[in-house]
């Protein structure tokens, strides 16, 4: 797993609640990513980040926020739940650019929103 | 728009025999490709990977071929095995990027 946990591995929550997945890393790496994975649609890009304090948008941000006040973790927050997030969401790890590091995943993060 | 298009859902084959996933990219900045794999409750893994400055990336049983001018790429495992029966997914890069562009995944099931 390359020192990738996330947490929690499974959550339930109810539409408009607001819900915070975490992802930490042991390997000190530079750079984190979350993506949500769905039937149909591969993998996309909801946040990363190249820094401490440092993020930027993916391709799916809209709804999600994230945070990475230390090198090891990377939150990421939907401020108010919706049923289309209901997905699984991995969380991957880089230590540069991705010719020379390919990125490293976490187990994932079942999410459903009821 | 998805900019990496995997278009086949799911590939069977015998074990033993030739699995060849295939995908296409439509952005002509992407220099660097890599496959996934990726079994059930698992996050994906690194497979292998290709730079766009070579048209074969070769690695035990799994070979990648990259034809720029097509925007094409394949995925060749020979033997298949039943442990590859897994999720594959396509990812490409542009120079100097830090992010990944994945395809939907192909779902390969080797039978026995």
């Known amino acids: 797993d390359a020192g990738i946990t996330q947490s929690p591995r499974h959550k339930v929550t109810e539409t408009g609640t607001p819900v915070t997945l975490r992802c930490h890393q042991t390997?000190?790496?530079?750079?984190m990513y979350w993506y949500r994975q769905d039937p149909g649609h591969g993998l996309r890009l909801i946040h990363y980040s190249y820094g401490v304090k440092d993020t930027d948008k993916g391709e799916v941000s809209d709804g999600y926020s994230v945070s990475r006040s230390k090198t090891e973790d990377f939150l990421l927050t939907l401020e108010s739940a919706t049923s289309s997030q209901t997905s699984v969401y991995f969380c991957a790890i880089s230590q540069g650019q991705l010719g020379n590091s390919p990125l490293h995943f976490g187990n994932g993060t079942r999410l459903t929103v009821t | 728009d998805q900019q990496v298009k995997q278009n086949s859902p799911s590939l069977s084959v015998q074990e033993g025999r030739i699995s060849i996933l295939n995908c296409d990219y439509t952005?002509?900045?992407?220099?660097?490709f890599l496959w996934y794999k990726k079994y059930p409750a698992e996050g994906p893994t690194f497979l292998i990977s290709?730079?766009?400055?070579?048209d074969k990336n070769e690695d035990g049983r799994f070979t990648v071929f990259l034809n720029k001018s097509a925007k094409h790429l394949s995925l060749h495992i020979v033997p298949s095995q039943p442990g590859d029966s897994a999720v594959y997914f396509c990812a490409a890069s542009a120079v100097g990027d830090y992010k990944l562009s994945f395809g939907a995944g192909t779902t390969v099931t080797v039978r026995a």
């Open positions: 290709i730079s766009s400055i070579k």
């Open positions: 952005n002509s900045m992407f220099d660097y």
């Open positions: 390997e000190n790496h530079r750079y």
